[in-house]
C-alpha cells in the first residue's frame, strides 16, 4: 500500500516521565530494534540530566536504565549517538560536550570537549564516527576527530553564521556539514583540500528561498538527495541536490530549493525528522505533530515534488514539542519530547478496514 493512498492513526504507547524540567532533544541508539536487540534512546533536559531508555523484550514497556548526571552543570541541549552506538555525545549550555561510553552497562564520561564560548546547541556524529560536529550560541561550528583513547582533537572552527547556530547535521553519507541558526539561513560545508580546509561552499538563505526567520531543525531522506528544513516563518522547506554530480564533483554539489509546505502550524516549527519511509514528522509550538508525505498523484504541469499532510495530532502534548525523531528497525515508531517534560513513544499504524 503507497503511503499516500492509506489512512493511518497516531496510537500513544506510552508516556515516560522522570525528567524534571523541559526535554529538548531525543537520539536513538541507531544499532538497536534490529536483530532482537531492544530499541534504546536517550533523551536530555533541563535538568541537566540524560536518560538512557529501553524497551523491555519480554513486556515491551520502557523503562529508565540510566540517568547521567553530575558532568553538565546547566541544561543539556542535545544528544547524538555514534553510528556504532557506542559512544554517546551530549550538548550543553555549559559551554562542553560531553563523550559518554557504554561500559557492561554503565555510561562513563570518557572526555570532555572544551572551546566553545557558551551554550552548545547541537551535536552530530558523521556517517563513518570519525567526526563530531558541535555548534554554539557563539556563531560557532567545531569539527573534532576522533582519536584512539577517546580523545578528541578540534581539526576546524567554522565562522560565517551571524547569529546563534541551532542545529549541526552530516549529510547520511559524505563528509559534507549543514548547520541552521538564528541568522535564518542553512550553510553547507565542506573540507575542500582533504587536508581540514573546511569552508562554507553554499548558503541558503532567502534570496534563493529559503526561511524569512531562524531555523530550527534539518533532516535528510534516507538516500541523502533531499533534505527537509523547519522554521520560525511557521514553514517546512524541502531542499534537493544531484547526488551523481556530488559524487563526481569531489562529494559536492549545489542544493536547491523544491517545494515549500506552509500552512500547517500556527507555531515555530521546533523539530522535523524524515523517516526511511519518506514520511516526515514535524513537532512545534503549537503542541502538534504533523507527517506528511510526497503526493505522487499531482498534476504534470506542477514543477516540483507536492507534500500533502498524511495526518496531525493536534494535542500531542500539554506545551511546546521540542523534538520529533522516528526510531531505527522494523517498527514505524516515533518519540516526541516537550516542554511539559515527558517523552512519548508513539507508533503511526494503518487503519485496518
Not at 563528509?175 to 561552499?201: H, M, P, Q, R
Not at 538563505?205 to 534539518?218: D, I, K, Q, R
Not at 507555531?267 to 506528511?292: L, N, Y
Not at 494535542?315 to 528497525?329: E, F, I, L, R, Y
Request: one cysteine or more; a negative charge; charged letters at 25%.
Amino acid at each position: 500500500m503507497e503511503l499516500e493512498d492509506g489512512r493511518f492513526e497516531l496510537r500513544e504507547i506510552q508516556k515516560l516521565e522522570g525528567h524534571t524540567d523541559r526535554v529538548w532533544s531525543l537520539a536513538w541508539n541507531p544499532v538497536t530494534g534490529v536483530a532482537g536487540i531492544p530499541y534504546v534512546f536517550a533523551s536530555c533536559s533541563g535538568d541537566k540530566t540524560v536518560r538512557i531508555w529501553e524497551q523491555s523484550p519480554s513486556t515491551a514497556s520502557w523503562e529508565c536504565k540510566a540517568v547521567l548526571e553530575d558532568t553538565h552543570t546547566r541544561t543539556v541541549r542535545s544528544c547524538a549517538w555514534s553510528p556504532s552506538g557506542k559512544l554517546l555525545a551530549t550538548g550543553s549550555f555549559d559551554a562542553t560536550t560531553a563523550i559518554w561510553e557504554n561500559v557492561g552497562g554503565d555510561y562513563e564520561c570518557v572526555s570532555t570537549l572544551e572551546g566553545h564560548e557558551n551554550e552548545v546547541k547541537s551535536v552530530s556524529w558523521n556517517a563513518s564516527g570519525t567526526l563530531l560536529a558541535t555548534c554554539a550560541r557563539d556563531k560557532t561550528v567545531w569539527i573534532w576527530e576522533g582519536e584512539q583513547g577517546n580523545e578528541f582533537d578540534c581539526v576546524a572552527v567554522l565562522q560565517g553564521h551571524t547569529q546563534d547556530v541551532k542545529m549541526v547535521q552530516w549529510h547520511p553519507t559524505m563528509d559534507i556539514l549543514f548547520s541552521c541558526s538564528y541568522d535564518n539561513t542553512i550553510k553547507v560545508w565542506a573540507d575542500e583540500g582533504g587536508d581540514d580546509d573546511w569552508a562554507c561552499v553554499q548558503t541558503l538563505g532567502e534570496p534563493n528561498n529559503g526561511h524569512s526567520s531562524t531555523v530550527w531543525a534539518l533532516s535528510f531522506n534516507h538516500s541523502g538527495d533531499k533534505m527537509v528544513t523547519c522554521s520560525d516563518d511557521l514553514t517546512l522547506k524541502i531542499w534537493g541536490v544531484d547526488t551523481i554530480s556530488a559524487q563526481s564533483a569531489n562529494g559536492y554539489a549545489p542544493w536547491r530549493h523544491l517545494c515549500t509546505i506552509s500552512g500547517y502550524h500556527d507555531r515555530t516549527i521546533f523539530s522535523v525528522h524524515w523517516s526511511r519511509e519518506d514520511i516526515i514528522a514535524s513537532g512545534a509550538a503549537d503542541d502538534a505533530i504533523r507527517f506528511f508525505v510526497e503526493n505522487k498523484d499531482k498534476d504534470g504541469l506542477v514543477d516540483g515534488p507536492l507534500y500533502k499532510l498524511l495526518m496531525k495530532e493536534e494535542k500531542a502534548h500539554d506545551m511546546d514539542v521540542n523534538s520529533v525523531q522516528w526510531s531505527p528497525g522494523e517498527k514505524r515508531l516515533l518519540a516526541s519530547a516537550s516542554d511539559d517534560g515527558t517523552i512519548k513513544i508513539w507508533e503511526l499504524a494503518p487503519v485496518s478496514c
